[in-house]
């Protein structure tokens, strides 16, 4: 998330992919998303711009007082298989947080 943040291309940055599994499974190497408080922004637009809802983490945390995660999950809610119009994908946005210390 810092890398995209400071980045003056204008452009979504990934990493990982993930996907949900229904059962850990035995001997494979994957990581887990972690529990916790996450922050949670919705995204329309193309995948390509939702680097622009970024700031509006950074935003809420400051006045808030939360330090964030360095990692961001992407999820797309509406994509190709259910829209013909990329402007009209909607993307969740999530980052664990936590409160700062005093």
Do not use: C, W
């Not at 995948?47 to 992407?74: C, G, M, P, R, W």
Request: a negative charge; hydrophobic letters at 30%.
């Amino acid at each position: 998330m810092e890398k995209m943040l400071k980045s003056k291309r204008k452009k979504t940055f990934y990493q990982y992919y993930y996907t949900i599994l229904d059962n850990q499974l035995e001997d494979e190497n994957y990581d887990i998303i972690p529990s916790g408080n996450y922050l949670v922004i919705y995204h329309k637009g193309t995948y390509e711009t939702s680097y622009q809802s970024y700031h509006l983490f950074l935003d809420y945390a400051k006045k808030n007082h939360l330090v964030l995660d360095d990692i961001a999950y992407d999820e797309s809610l509406i994509d190709e298989l259910t829209e013909a119009n990329p402007q009209n994908y909607i993307t969740q946005i999530s980052v664990k947080f936590k409160k700062e210390l005093e």
